[in-house]
């Protein structure tokens, strides 16, 4: 048995390319280089902490030698006092700088542990790899339900100095979306990583974060103990706050150390990634390292649109089997609808995938990534110029008994959901449901440049006076591809100008960033800013000026298209009018929720909800039901029961939370809905001009 696994294993396992210098196994310079920066940061740290421990422990034990002290001073109420209050300030500067150090944070996984004995060909084929990379087999590993693979162990104090042997996390929606080159290469991508000696330095950070941030944040059983020994006596009180400003200066010290770290450690994690992914090229192929980069992207982007489908039919008390069914059945729709390409070797996601595709012209080097750009770790793996063609076999051929992995995986999905009342949904209706919500939201093929993601704001339309005073433009005038550019350029232009809102705030901590291949320095940023909004504000009226000769247009070949577009203006209209009914709600209740406030502020804001808006809200929720705006059923009954409500909001002196937070529910449910509703809509008008005026295009 073991010989034929062995041998079905190699006749599944995919050939490393010819390499002229072993070398390219070794850390790069720039990786030691920044290994040395990253011990460097720890050691201060130590320092530091050495220094501050130090000082807590003289404060601690001066505090309680001076309180035993007083006491043979002589015995009365106030020595007792201050000699208790000394001693419980010395050991909560103490306790303070000690309690963090030894907690352990176990890693809870909610995943399926695969044995050999059930994955015999997976294993053969892991163990290869393992051979090939020169590390050692995995503790364990596990199956998640996403589109993921990873390395980890549990990290603790003594993880730091003992030897701890790693885990390996598979994820199904991964395995489901890669060809089994690809994931030779992903998989070698992370034995890279088990490989880096450096990846002790990971335990080393994680646990100086943990310590320092269970310093500044995770300090809720402390504080409560201060208050409870302040809560004896006044006198007592008076110790306490000098041990929480001691408490507050040590934190002070340590922000900026966790800072200094932090920093230190992304840039050493990124230049892990580049030497992982060189591992990955070079028992796999550096064109499959690339392609499974993309298609761990394509995965997750179908996996997300599986798992948003899913949710919506829990309300409806049905639940799937096999998600990664579905999320392949998603992936086939988008191949056959956008004619894409998914085989050989690929460079980077199908626009159709993704929607649309506008790079952003801003370029900045991100001290705090993880993880370097797609584009940077494309260009790494060019570079090394290695190159195996790619087997086109599924890497879910590797798995005995596929089906049940994946509905065990699928159960993982579920996990905080109770499916105990829930039905299965056949794949024929799943499939169903699907075709009728893509068809719903996919802009007809001439359109598409114009108007995917977009609906013009048909409600400010004056149709007479359009009509009498827009140039008249012919048909591929219009559907130039100039034109079809400008849209892109909008959207880009938004994208770019919040980017360099996030520079100037400080948000993005750069010194200099690119432009168009012009380099920037960040007080600049603002001047940049007001450019792309004098571009964005051009590109937006020529955007409206297209709207409005497209209208004309259309109205000039068939005069029944001004119908639809009015139709379409009622729709913008009365979704305007909703989103403004809320937003008015919405700021209301801001004025108090999750802030502070007196009593009196909270009950004005929630009657004059009452009285101003409930029956604004009641009749906007009848009126979205009627018009077909609501489609879940879920929505429809939380709907109907704040209609049928008499919500008081506020009664004897207490908020009733039940009642706000349902119709905060509703109000914002409705929101999503009509931005659907309004799409969709749209999406039929622009079907009925195609069918209207055939030619147009």
């Known amino acids: 048995m073991e010989i034929i696994n062995h041998i079905m294993a190699v006749s599944l396992y995919p050939p490393a390319p010819v390499l002229s210098d072993e070398k390219i196994f070794l850390p790069s310079a720039s990786f030691r280089k920044q290994t040395t920066r990253v011990i460097g940061a ?21 505090s309680m030698a001076a309180g035993i002290y007083i006491l043979t001073l002589g015995i009365n109420g106030l020595i007792v006092l201050v000699s208790g209050g000394l001693v419980a300030m010395g050991l909560a500067v103490i306790v303070f700088v000690v309690k963090f150090i030894f907690a352990g944070k176990k890693t809870d996984n909610d995943h399926i542990v695969i044995t050999e004995a059930e994955q015999p060909e997976l294993f053969a084929f892991i ?8 590390t050692r087999f995995p503790k364990k590993i596990e199956i998640s339900p996403d589109v993921n693979a990873a390395v980890y162990y549990d990290s603790s104090f003594w993880s730091m100095f003992l030897p701890v042997r790693k885990n390996l996390i598979i994820g199904m929606g991964l395995v489901n979306s890669v060809n089994i080159s690809e994931f030779k290469a992903i998989m070698a991508h992370e034995f890279g990583h088990f490989s880096q000696r450096s990846m002790k330095l990971g335990s080393f950070t994680y646990n100086v974060n943990r310590v320092i941030y269970d310093m500044l ?27 929480s400003k001691i408490a507050r200066a040590i934190q002070y010290i340590l922000k900026d150390m966790y ?5 230190q450690y992304m840039g050493l994690s990124r230049e892990m990634e580049f030497h992982a992914d060189t591992i990955a090229a070079a028992v796999a192929g550096g064109n499959n390292a690339v392609s499974g980069l993309v298609k761990v992207s394509v995965g ?3 996996y997300a649109k599986a798992i948003g489908m899913a949710n919506e039919m829990l309300p409806d008390k049905k639940i799937t089997a096999n998600i990664y069914d579905n999320q392949l059945l998603i992936l086939a729709g988008l191949v056959d609808k956008y004619n894409l390409q998914l085989t050989g070797s690929l460079s980077a996601v199908p626009t159709g995938l993704w929607g649309f595709d506008e790079t952003s012209r801003i370029l900045y080097k991100d001290q705090w990534a993880s993880h370097p750009t797609f584009e940077e770790r494309k260009a790494n793996i060019t570079a090394l ?10 890497a879910i051929r590797l798995f005995a008994n596929p089906d049940a992995l994946q509905q065990r995986a699928t159960r993982l999905a579920y996990a905080a959901v109770n499916t105990e009342e829930l039905t299965v949904c056949p794949a024929t209706e799943f499939a169903a449901q699907w075709e009728v919500k893509d068809a719903a939201y996919t802009v007809p093929p001439q359109f598409d440049s114009f108007y995917k993601f977009r609906v013009p704001r048909y409600g400010d339309w004056d149709f007479d006076a359009i009509l009498a005073s827009t140039p008249m433009i012919p048909p591929h005038e219009i559907f130039s591809e100039a034109n079809a550019q400008i849209a892109t350029a909008v959207r880009r232009n938004k994208a770019d100008i919040q980017t360099l809102e996030a520079i100037i705030a400080g948000e993005i901590d750069v010194r200099t960033f690119d432009f168009e291949g012009q380099r920037y320095n960040s007080a600049e940023a603002a001047a940049l800013k007001q450019q792309l909004e004098q571009e964005l504000a051009a590109d937006t009226a020529a955007s409206e000026l297209l709207d409005k000769q497209l209208f004309c247009y259309y109205y000039q070949q068939n005069n029944a298209t001004l119908d639809y577009y009015k139709d379409m203006a009622a729709v913008v209209n009365n979704a305007n009018a909703y989103t403004e009914l809320v937003n008015k709600v919405i700021d209301l209740v801001n004025t108090f929720y999750g ?11 929630l009657r004059a909800i009452r009285e101003s808006h409930n029956e604004a809200l009641k009749t906007s929720f009848r009126e979205s039901i009627d018009k077909g705006v609501v489609t879940a059923e879920w929505l429809k009954q939380d709907l109907a029961a704040f209609i049928d409500g008499d919500y008081q909001y506020f009664k004897d002196e207490m908020v009733m939370a039940a009642e706000v937070n349902h119709m905060i529910h509703c109000a914002t449910s409705l929101v999503h809905a009509w931005n659907l509703y309004e799409y ?18």
């Open 42 to 62: 720890i050691l201060l740290f130590f320092c530091v902490y050495l220094l501050l421990l130090g000082a807590a422990l003289a404060i601690g034990v001066g």
């Open 127 to 134: 163990r290869r790899l393992t051979e090939e990379t020169n």
């Open 217 to 243: 944040y995770e300090n809720d059983g402390y504080n409560r103990f201060l208050r409870g020994m302040a809560g004896l006596h006044s006198v007592v009180a008076v110790f306490t706050i000098l041990a």
């Open 259 to 263: 800072k200094l770290v932090n920093k």
């Open 300 to 302: 997750g982007i179908t």
């Open 385 to 394: 110029n290695l190159y195996v063609a790619p087997d086109e076999t599924p």
């Open 595 to 605: 802030q502070q406030v007196p009593i009196e502020k909270i009950q004005h804001a």
């Open 680 to 697: 969709s809509q749209h999406v039929a008008m622009l079907e009925k001009l195609a069918l209207a005026v055939p030619e147009a295009a």
